[in-house]
């Protein structure tokens, strides 16, 4: 799945809403909330907020490697 696939409602997430979003989903699915067809649009729904997260941690651990070299120069 690419970035371009994730809606812009995901998108806009933090890393803490996505968080929250799929915690919520899990324990959905967890305790058997949900049926057949609820629980393929709830994992279609994970897998955009799993690569969602890895986008934004990749972009965090771009942030801080910018940061550490920044620092390594002075």
Do not use: V
Not at 7 to 19: F, G, L, Q, V
């Amino acid at each position: 799945m690419t970035s371009k696939n994730i809606p812009a409602d995901i998108k806009n997430k933090s890393i803490k809403e996505t968080k929250e979003e799929i915690n919520k989903i899990l324990d959905k699915i967890e305790k058997g909330e949900t049926n057949l067809e609820n629980h393929t649009d709830d994992y279609d729904m994970l897998l955009k907020l799993n690569k969602h997260m890895d986008d934004l941690f990749k972009k965090k651990l771009k942030e801080i490697n910018s940061l550490g070299n920044k620092n390594a120069k002075k």
